[in-house]
């Protein structure tokens, strides 16, 4: 939403005609960082039989106070009026850093720390629970999604074949795994790579698909908001867990997140099956972030 439509005015002395309404109420929760103590409005079209009374009013009269400057807030919103304007051009904003991807220093030590938790593996390999991984921590469901990857002949540097990739996929899916075992274990089962190129391509395609993903969870201007130390958090748990996992069994960090309170996130962001430091490492980001 980067502007609101209202056919007539909506609060005190308005028409507020149900879905002019909802409009108001659906941009003002868009813009809740800017007129605290708000909290979300329920989007209902509603005013009540009492309007001067209604949460949707009092919103409008916070942002009419802290963001347009009116001295005394009236509470309505008139169409292409002062308050509307102003709306339309904070969704905007909102809307353009959205739009804004990773980049930079922040995507620089983004690839780093992924690179240190996941490694840098150009062979197939079996990580602990036995699933057949390379590159990055790209993991490869099926002898089907290795044959999509551009696999080279060690020796030669000649692109594999996918009856070459298909074999050696099916002979490292058919060995021991576990915590005993180190991705370099399997080299002396492989001929088959990735160039350097290939594995730079896997890490920014990893990072724009988890981007929206957590922008989908979080809030795309939200996620957009949050501190680079959260992002950074952020990004190493939908790494590990993947999408619905850290969006379905982390309830209360989710919430925390949400709210700004990263102390409390770092309290819930401990995951299973994983290095202590690994752990560390996303609890510190988050404990020492205002």
Do not use: W
């Not at 620089?108 to 079996?126: A, D, F, N």
């Not at 089962?189 to 981007?211: G, P, R, S």
């Amino acid at each position: 939403m980067s502007s609101m439509r209202i056919t007539q005015a909506v609060g005190l002395g308005g028409a507020n005609m149900l879905a002019d309404v909802k409009a108001v109420q659906t941009a003002l929760n868009k813009l809740l960082d800017q007129i605290p103590p708000t909290k979300t409005l329920v989007v209902d079209g509603r005013l009540g039989t009492r309007p001067e009374s209604s949460k949707t009013v009092a919103a409008i009269k916070v942002f009419q106070s802290k963001v347009v400057g009116m001295q005394r807030p009236d509470g309505k919103i008139d169409v292409n009026g002062r308050s509307h304007r102003k709306i339309n051009e904070q969704l905007t904003k909102k809307a353009a850093v959205a739009a804004v991807p990773i980049s930079g220093s922040l995507k620089v030590t983004l690839k780093s720390q992924i690179e240190r938790y996941e490694g840098r593996v150009p062979h197939m390999y079996l990580d602990t629970k036995g699933f057949v991984t390379v590159g990055v921590g790209h993991l490869l469901k099926d002898a089907a999604a290795a044959k999509q990857i551009a696999f080279i002949v060690r020796e030669t540097g000649q692109p594999a074949s996918a009856k070459q990739i298909e074999e050696e996929f099916n002979l490292i899916k058919s060995r021991f795994f576990g915590e005993d075992y180190v991705a370099r274990d399997f080299k002396a089962f492989t001929k088959l790579q990735l160039t350097e190129t290939v594995m730079n391509a896997q890490v920014d395609h990893h990072i724009k698909t988890f981007e929206k993903e957590l922008k989908s969870i979080y809030g795309s201007a939200e996620f957009s908001a949050f501190p680079n130390k959260v992002k950074l958090a952020l990004f190493d748990m939908i790494f590990n867990l993947g999408m619905t996992k850290l969006k379905n069994t982390f309830p209360k960090f989710n919430k925390h997140i949400k709210a700004g309170d990263y102390k409390k996130a770092a309290l819930e962001s401990s995951r299973k099956d994983i290095a202590s430091e690994r752990n560390a490492y996303v609890y510190n980001l988050l404990v020492n972030e205002k």
